[in-house]
C-alpha cells in the first residue's frame, strides 16, 4: 500500500472516530434535554426553561450539522463543552438525573470537579478555567460549596490570571 492509500485509511479512521463522538454528544444532548424537561430547576421561570431547551436543541442541530470545516474532533470538543457546562458547573436534581443517565447509558463522559482541581493546584490555567470560577464562586460560596478562605484563594487566582493575561 503505498501513502496514498495510507493517508485514505487514517482519514476513514478518524471520520469514524469523529461519527461516534457526534452520536455519543447528540445522546448527551437529548439526556441534557429530558433532564431539564423531567427536572427543571426550581428557580427558573417557564420562560427561562424554553429558552435552555431551546438552545439545547440548537446545540443538537448544530452537532448534527456542523459545517464541513467543523466536522472534526476538535471542532466538537467546543459543542461537548456547550453541552456540558450546566452539568459541570451546576447542581441539583437536574444535574444529578443527567450524571446518573450518562453512567446508565455508559457514556465516555465523566463529572470533574474543577473547583477542587484548581483549589489544590492553587492555579488557573485556561480561560475556561477562569470563566468557570467567575461564574461559580459566589453561588458557591453561597451554597457552602467552598469556604471563606478558599474565595479568599480563589480572588487571587483570578487576580494572578488577569495580571498574567495582561502581559
Known amino acids: 500500500m503505498g501513502c496514498k ?12 472516530k469523529y461519527n461516534e463522538a457526534v452520536n455519543t454528544l447528540i445522546i448527551a444532548t437529548e439526556i ?7 427536572f427543571p430547576p426550581s428557580i427558573w421561570y417557564k420562560n427561562t426553561l424554553n429558552d435552555v431547551l431551546n438552545t439545547y436543541h440548537e446545540f443538537k442541530m448544530n452537532i448534527e450539522n456542523a459545517e464541513p470545516e467543523f466536522r472534526n474532533l476538535k471542532s466538537l470538543k467546543y459543542k461537548e463543552e456547550d453541552v456540558f457546562t450546566y452539568f459541570q ?9 443527567f450524571w446518573k443517565e450518562i453512567k446508565a447509558q455508559d457514556l465516555p463522559y ?17 480561560i475556561h478555567e477562569y470563566d468557570f470560577v467567575v461564574d461559580v464562586i459566589v453561588p458557591y460560596e453561597q451554597e457552602g460549596l467552598i469556604n471563606h478562605e478558599e474565595v479568599i484563594l480563589l480572588n487571587n487566582l483570578i487576580a ?7 502581559r
Open 110 to 126: 465523566k463529572r470533574e470537579n474543577k473547583m477542587l482541581k484548581i483549589l489544590k493546584r492553587k492555579k488557573i490555567n485556561n
Open 89 to 97: 458547573e451546576g447542581h441539583g436534581q437536574c444535574v444529578e438525573e
Open 160 to 166: 494572578q490570571f488577569e495580571a498574567k493575561k495582561k
Open 5 to 16: 492509500g495510507y493517508y485514505t485509511k487514517i482519514l476513514k479512521m478518524s471520520n469514524i
Open 32 to 38: 441534557a434535554i429530558r433532564s431539564f424537561k423531567n
